[in-house]
């Protein structure tokens, strides 16, 4: 079975701080995913990476980065939290086939003070 | 860009009643579709998926889907739901030439009364 870890279910932060979230995905898939999750919105994506050192934005990046130096790795750092980033953020990872099923990770809660 | 629409954003049954979720996209090319659902407290998982071939797709738990192009629409279907498909919807799409990217619908809350 795929599975896909996210470093921490809940996170409480401040305004101004630096944020890491991380994601660890064991089945050798190339794509990684980074998505924000809000209430009637569904799921936007920010960023994914399609290969180690690689990334592309996705449609809301505005205040976000992201790194990936191991291909199982992908983290979403927010550099100067702020209150309108608290959501549920879901990390994901697939094969690089094109249309192939992504398989998302338990997702990390973060709040914003 | 492409956009897929969910236009129930809440839904209420009874079980043993019938489903439907409506999801509409807008792009006119090859499309890969998806219905994802959330349980309370679980991980997003995969329903169903229509690549090509038979529009009529059937999933996990009794979920079917029809895909009926030219309407550009990807309805998610159960003829009897159950307390335990309480639950969050998803209905996503993958545009065939730009990779591996999903959009996602705002999803649709579940809920079934017992």
């Known amino acids: 079975d795929v599975k896909v870890t996210q470093s921490s279910r809940y996170l409480v932060k401040r305004t101004g701080e630096k944020v890491f979230l991380e994601c660890v995905q064991d089945?050798?898939?190339?794509?990684m995913f980074w998505y924000r999750q809000d209430p009637g919105l569904g799921l936007r994506l920010i960023y994914f990476?399609?290969?180690?050192?690689?990334?592309e934005k996705g449609d809301i990046p505005e205040g976000y980065s992201v790194s990936r130096e191991k291909k199982e790795r992908f983290s979403l750092i927010l550099e100067s939290a702020s209150t309108n980033q608290t959501s549920m953020y879901l990390c994901?990872?697939?094969?690089?086939?094109?249309?192939?099923?992504?398989?998302f990770g338990p997702g990390t809660r973060l709040t914003v003070l | 860009a492409q956009s897929v629409s969910q236009h129930n954003h809440h839904v209420i049954l009874s079980e043993a009643a019938s489903l439907e979720l409506g999801c509409n996209y807008s792009?006119?090319?090859?499309?890969?579709l998806f219905w994802y659902v959330q349980y309370p407290g679980q991980h997003l998982q995969l329903l169903l998926k229509?690549?090509?071939?038979?529009?009529l797709v059937k999933g996990i738990k009794g979920f079917e889907a029809e895909f009926i192009k030219s309407k550009f629409s990807f309805n998610l279907r159960k003829p009897s739901v159950q307390w335990s498909d309480t639950a969050e919807y998803f209905c996503?799409?993958?545009?065939?030439?730009?990779?591996?990217?999903?959009?996602f619908g705002g999803g649709t809350r579940l809920m079934v009364k017992p």
């Open positions: 994901a990872s697939s094969f690089r086939l094109v249309g192939n099923e992504q398989f």
């Open positions: 089945m050798d898939h190339e794509n």
């Open positions: 990476s399609y290969d180690v050192k690689m990334k």
């Open positions: 792009y006119g090319g090859t499309v890969n």
């Open positions: 229509y690549f090509s071939g038979d529009p």
């Open positions: 996503a799409v993958n545009v065939y030439n730009a990779g591996n990217m999903l959009t």
